[in-house]
């Protein structure tokens, strides 16, 4: 049987925690984060296909239990009017694994990383960054229906957004992600959704701009 998302943060809490601090109460301000109206895409949906692809891809990492919290940091914080949502969901990161017994060292990759998926753009032979990075774009792999409903579920977050002023952000994000050398990094990404995600890509920003 598969473990609950308030499962899964326990266990990994447990793991990685030099001090004897319930994770519970942790979790389950995350989950409510989570769990805010405002999202459509950056839901729990999201934060468990981004931890299943961390799970898939954990033998790229040095340390998978850090790209792990990562993960549940990486979107935590999220106002689609924002644009410092991953540099506050890092800084949660700093402030409450402390009090949940995480190590210094652990916390502090795991606000490194957050802060990373502004980009997307690991350097060179940073291998918990391609694997947390590749496990947040593997939705862009997705058939044509999960993809349609993907940047659906994106459209709907900035609904706020004017349609033209939609379309020419999006476009722009798109060109931008097209424009990296590879969008996965790891060995197994590349290999299982560069193809898909950059056909994608190209046909969403085609729809765009027509």
Excluded: K
């Amino acid at each position: 049987m598969t473990a609950t998302l308030p499962e899964r943060w326990s266990e990994l809490l447990r793991r990685v925690q030099t001090e004897d601090v319930d994770p519970t109460p942790y979790g389950r301000d995350l989950l409510a984060r989570w769990a805010e109206p405002q999202r459509r895409y950056h839901t729990t949906d999201h934060l468990g296909a981004v931890l299943d692809r961390v799970d898939e891809l954990a033998g790229y990492a040095d340390d998978a239990d850090a790209v792990r919290l990562a993960a549940w940091f990486h979107d935590v914080v999220y106002l689609p009017d924002r644009s410092s949502n991953e540099e506050r969901s890092a800084r949660l990161a700093e402030r409450a694994l402390p009090e949940a017994g995480v190590p210094a060292a652990v916390t502090a990759e795991v606000a490194r990383l957050v802060r990373l998926t502004v980009s997307h753009d690991p350097a060179e032979g940073d291998h918990n960054g391609e694997v947390l990075c590749d496990a947040d774009l593997a939705v862009l792999a997705g058939g044509p229906a999960a993809y349609a409903a993907y940047a659906a579920a994106v459209r709907q977050e900035y609904g706020f957004v004017p349609d033209g002023l939609f379309r020419a952000g999006r476009a722009d994000v798109l060109r931008q992600l097209l424009a990296l050398p590879r969008l996965f990094r790891t060995p197994e990404g590349y290999d299982r959704w560069e193809r898909t995600a950059r056909h994608n890509l190209g046909t969403e920003l085609e729809l765009l701009t027509a």
